[in-house]
């Protein structure tokens, strides 16, 4: 492969169908975990058909970048701005496409800038964003068992919880800013890694604290106004890469955020169109898979465009060897189980599988099977790195 590339449709509609899969699965799914699959799955396209060995070299940093950066949209709510849409109200109409617009914006913006990480960073600027996305992870796994243990509140009963605040995450953005200042503090300093993550969240809270509570603007109430936290991200992305000099990034945000809004309300609309045929199908899934395509369209428009202008990428020698292979346990192992996690209650509730099997829950079962497949790709890791597997 050529480091000066020209991939053309056929690359282009590939891309669009791998995110178009991905999200007529993340539909099962739902919410940030489901969303990291259509991210993971159009960043390795992209690597694989952009015609750059260095990019083929770095596929696990797509995929790994693609699914986080395609992972916060999935925080927004959407479906009472399709319910508008649907009403027949003229106004209410314009408004649902209209917010339509917005959420696909904001949501393909952050994917984009995430896919196109790997595509503009050197290894060391990389590489370095390990340290803060594994600070935040695991202040968001304390978070998670505190919760768990002395606030569990049914989802469906949540405006009941004491933590209810506009069913926002702000938790989650406090528990960020928090583990982001706390590896800062034992660094003694912001570096351009830290710096990033500290842009986003306090970007976040901002647009949250001024959209929300300020100037009382919510999207759908008495749904979640995660949208306003998005809003002050993709600003505070800009802010960040207008500061570091990674225009790249920001123009490939701003590629894929416009085909993203286009993509959403135009895929409501050809919905719409459909049901007013009268011909009887899963429309909302017509919906999902042409919006992912379409938002497939967008990353390979802004990634390709990028294979063409950016230098190649000189990764020896490899800095921080191990985040390979915590991107991919990260990519195989853990997006797999945090989605794939939630089948025993379906299978339960649906009474395909008992809820116990000689004595043990149906979900420790699938724990027990998890962990033993976790392990053993672990092994496989520790002798590719010894000496590489021919995969």
């Known amino acids: 492969m050529n480091n000066r590339s020209r991939p053309g449709l056929r690359e282009a509609l590939l891309v669009g169908l791998s995110l178009s899969i991905g999200w007529g699965i993340r539909g099962n799914f739902g ?5 990291m699959i259509p991210g993971a799955l159009a960043g390795m396209a992209v690597a694989l058909l952009s015609g750059r060995s260095d990019w083929q070299r770095r596929i696990v940093f797509f995929a790994f970048f693609g699914a986080l950066g395609w992972s916060f949209g999935g925080s927004m709510s959407y479906g009472h701005v399709i319910g508008y849409t649907h009403s027949g109200h003229s106004i209410s109409v314009l408004y649902g496409f209209a917010c339509l617009f917005v ?9 984009g800038a995430g896919t196109a990480l790997p595509a503009v960073l050197t290894r060391e600027r990389l590489t370095a964003l390990f340290a803060p996305i594994g600070a935040v ?11 768990s243990a002395f606030f569990n509140v049914d989802s469906d009963l949540r405006q009941e919880s004491p933590l209810y605040w506009y069913d926002a995450d702000w938790l989650a953005a406090l528990g960020a800013i928090a583990a ?17 993550a500290l842009h986003l969240v306090v970007g976040w809270w901002i647009g949250f604290l001024v959209l929300v509570n300020l100037l009382g603007l919510r999207m759908t109430p008495p749904r979640g106004d995660n949208w306003a936290g998005c809003v002050g991200m993709v600003v505070g ?44 199908t899963n429309w909302h899934s017509v919906l999902e898979q042409s919006y992912g395509f379409i938002n497939g369209i967008g990353i390979a428009l802004a990634l390709f ?46 009474k395909s599988v008992p809820d116990l099997l000689y004595g ?13 497949i976790g392990l053993g790709f672990i092994g496989l890791l520790i002798a590719h790195g010894r000496r590489p597997l021919d995969v």
């Open 305 to 350: 465009w990028l294979a063409r202008l950016t230098p190649k990428h000189i990764d020896e020698p490899p800095t921080r060897r191990w985040t390979e292979p915590c991107a991919v346990g990260f990519v195989m192992l853990g997006i797999t189980y945090l989605n794939l996690s939630k089948n025993p209650d379906a299978w339960t509730t649906a």
């Open 237 to 280: 992305l800009f802010v960040y890469c207008r500061r570091h000099g990674l225009a790249g990034v920001a123009n490939a945000s701003l590629v894929s955020g416009f085909v993203g809004g286009f993509g959403f309300a135009s895929a409501q609309a050809l919905k719409l169109l459909g049901i007013a045929t009268d011909w009887h």
């Open 103 to 111: 959420i696909g914006f904001l949501w393909a913006a952050l994917g």
């Open 180 to 196: 982001v200042l706390a590896l800062a503090a034992a660094r003694r300093g912001f570096d351009d890694a830290t710096s990033l």
């Open 360 to 372: 043990i829950r149906t979900a420790t079962w699938f724990d027990i099977a998890y962990l033993t």
């Open 31 to 35: 919410h940030e975990y489901g969303a």
């Open 137 to 147: 992870f695991l202040a968001w796994l304390l978070q998670d068992i505190v919760v």
